[in-house]
């Protein structure tokens, strides 16, 4: 291969200058927001905005605080979030071994039947969970928030895709052992699935910690809010200066980032596996 | 099913019997009784799931197609209304507003994602350096609360004191209205979508590429095949698999946006809304106006184009998907 010409140079400056043009560009938004977060009144509304604030004003991060119960959605989202994370890919993942590696009557037709519902957009069912959950006196608990969407078929058919890949072999013998399947699966299958359960819980969780839609349908009380709710709400009313706004955004997507940054190459594989059938 | 219904009823016991004790009685127990014992817990493990299944999906499906039929308002009990709701959706200029508008900004934001998200993945593909860095940068948008970057961007495009705008003016380009705009709320909406989804794709992709055999290009060039060859004659048709899922998941995305219309383009203060997607009339409708039964309509509607639309896609796919 002819490595070191100097055509093939030119095109390799060439091409690192369009990725960092439009890399900056997909940074620059993350730069404003954390700038003007920072950002005094003064330099809110002028005619030339500038990225770096003349001085930079801390204290929108602690207004944020005193403005709204911004710890009480913090608490909200990471409870709501632990329990959907944990909920989805216990059952998705019981449910999928049980799909790839038991036999019983009328098994691909159920399987069938729970892959039909990746095709419903949950819009549908929005207004009967909704009512279910009035009747059963949910509304404004974490249990309305968290139960109705315990649920998925995604996770169930790329976890039973996942456990299909591992021989048959452990199973046979951990049966001719004594075992039943629920210990097959939990000691088993479990720890052979561990990169594709924390993609999946990644996904979740990402999932989980940004929905709007249904928390803003099914929480009223401000202590029952979540982040993306509460921001989306006070949106315009408590958070007239838009560095508090900002602030309160940021502090909202850091958690996130942060548990990014130890499961990146997890993540990144997991979604490279959902791509893949 | 009885024979169902009777292996359930024995799961219970099932459940409790000693570890041990079945074991031994498994040795002892022929292929039948094995099976048998074998479909019980593939009932028990799937239970949970075929329950809540049951009732937050079929359950609510059923009952969301009964609403479609009513006029319940929240407050007064539901009349059956027949096909009214779905008669009203012609002659609603809103609900065709809403519909008009998702479809415009469905056919950009599918063309341009997968655009982007593949020339963006074909560069990375590359032995090109940086590679994990550039990644990432592309990544990030990903995972940022549509919240939070509806609520960023809103203030980019801010007619007066946005960035975007000062930035048009400094080249003396004219300074749209963006957001308080209806004409230039869609053209923003998309890149913000873009902005926020072609990393994911992107990844996807590049799982594809990685997955063509390196010999196929390798061939290629011993049969003295350019560059442009290469990527469409083996890049392309190999990689129409990973395209056809992007583009239904796309599609299927498309019309669903909500969040980002919700935060951004409703003007402040107000509940009017200067871009509505289909989803967010649906929320309009049912949880401010409190008509619910005819935002379940609007909802159907959207089911069923969401349906079409894969549909279509299946039926299309064998004219341009390749599979090895």
């Given at each position: ?60 991060y ?15 989202t990471?409870?709501v ?9 216990f059952?998705?993942?019981m ?5 790839a ?8 037709l ?22 279910l ?7 404004d ?16 058919f ?10 048959n ?8 052992e ?17 990169p594709a359960?924390?993609?999946?819980g ?36 408590q ?28 993540l ?10 | 099913?009885?024979?169902v219904s ?36 593939g009932?028990l493990?799937?239970?949970?799931m ?21 006029d ?15 008669a ?5 200029t ?12 469905s056919v950009?934001h ?7 998200s593949?020339a963006?993945?074909i560069a ?5 350096r940086?590679?994990a860095?550039?990644r990432?940068i592309?990544?990030?948008?990903v ?6 970057t509806g ?6 495009y801010?007619?007066?004191y946005?960035p ?9 380009l ?12 869609l053209?923003?909406?998309?890149i913000?979508?873009?902005w926020?989804?072609v990393?994911?794709?992107?990844i996807i992709f590049?799982?594809?590429l ?7 290009y ?16 083996i890049?392309?048709p190999?990689l ?22 919700y935060?951004?383009t409703?003007?402040e ?8 997607t ?6 309009d409708?049912?949880f ?5 039964g ?6 159907w509607?959207l ?6 639309f894969t ?12 599979y090895?």
């Open positions: 291969m002819s490595k070191q010409t100097p055509a093939h140079l030119l095109s390799r400056i060439a091409l690192h200058a369009v990725l960092l043009t439009v890399g900056a560009i997909f940074v620059l938004p993350f730069a404003w927001s954390i700038g003007t977060s920072l950002k005094p009144l003064r330099d809110l509304f002028v005619l030339q905005p500038r990225l770096i604030p003349s001085e930079p004003r801390w204290e929108n602690a207004d944020v605080l005193n403005a709204v119960p911004f710890i009480q959605f913090y608490l909200n990471i409870l979030t632990a329990a959907r994370v944990i909920g989805q890919v059952l998705a993942s449910a999928a071994f049980a799909f590696r038991l036999r019983f009557p009328g098994r691909d159920l399987f069938f039947l729970l892959l039909s519902a990746l095709m419903i957009p949950e819009q549908v069912l929005i207004i009967p969970r909704y009512i959950m009035r009747e059963l006196g949910w509304l608990t974490y249990q309305g928030l968290v139960v109705p969407l315990l649920f998925s078929a995604f996770g169930t790329l976890l039973r895709q996942f456990f299909l890949t591992i021989p072999d452990f199973q046979e013998a951990a049966t001719l004594g075992a039943n399947p629920f210990q097959i699966y939990w000691q088993i299958y479990l720890p052979l699935a561990r359960l924390t993609a999946f990644f996904l979740v969780l990402l999932w989980s910690w940004n929905e709007l839609l249904w928390a803003l349908i099914v929480t009223n009380r401000t202590e029952m809010q979540v982040l993306s709710v509460g921001i989306a709400l006070f949106q315009g009313e958070f007239t200066n838009t560095a508090v706004l900002l602030a309160a955004a940021n502090m909202a997507t850091i958690p996130i980032l942060i548990v990014f940054l130890f499961f990146q190459r997890q990144i594989e997991g979604i490279s596996l959902s791509g893949l059938k | 099913m009885p024979g009777r292996q359930l009823a024995g799961v219970s016991v099932m459940a409790i019997a000693p570890v041990a004790n079945e074991a031994r009685a498994r040795g002892r127990a022929g292929p039948r009784r094995q099976a048998r014992t074998q479909a019980l817990w009932y493990l799937i239970g949970p075929m329950l809540g299944f049951a009732v937050f999906f079929l359950f609510a499906l059923i009952v969301s197609l009964g609403l479609s039929f009513t319940w308002n929240v407050l007064a009990s539901p009349n059956w209304v027949g096909l009214d709701n779905y009203r959706l012609l002659s609603d809103a609900f065709q507003q809403a519909l008009r508008n998702t479809a415009v900004l950009p599918v063309v341009l994602r997968i655009a982007f593949l963006l993945a990375l593909n590359s032995q090109i940086f590679r860095f550039y990432t592309f990544f990030i948008p995972l940022t609360m549509p919240v939070a609520t960023v961007w809103k203030w980019l801010d007619p007066s946005g975007i705008n000062y930035a048009l003016g400094q080249l003396g004219p300074r749209p209205a963006w957001l308080s705009n209806p004409n230039t709320a053209m923003a909406v998309v913000v979508l873009l926020s989804g990393g994911y794709d992107m590049l799982a594809g990685q997955n063509i055999p390196r010999d196929y390798e061939a290629a060039q011993l049969d003295g095949a350019g560059r442009w060859r290469q990527f469409r004659d890049t392309l190999l129409t698999p990973t395209t056809f899922f992007l583009v239904v998941v796309a599609v299927i995305h498309s019309l669903q946006v909500f969040d980002l219309v935060i951004m409703e003007v203060h107000t509940t009017t809304n200067q871009f509505p289909i989803v967010y009339y649906i929320y409708e049912a401010r106006n409190f008509r619910m005819y935002a379940t309509t609007v909802a509607v089911l069923i184009l969401i349906l079409l549909l279509l896609q299946f039926r299309l796919q064998r004219r341009w998907v390749h090895t």
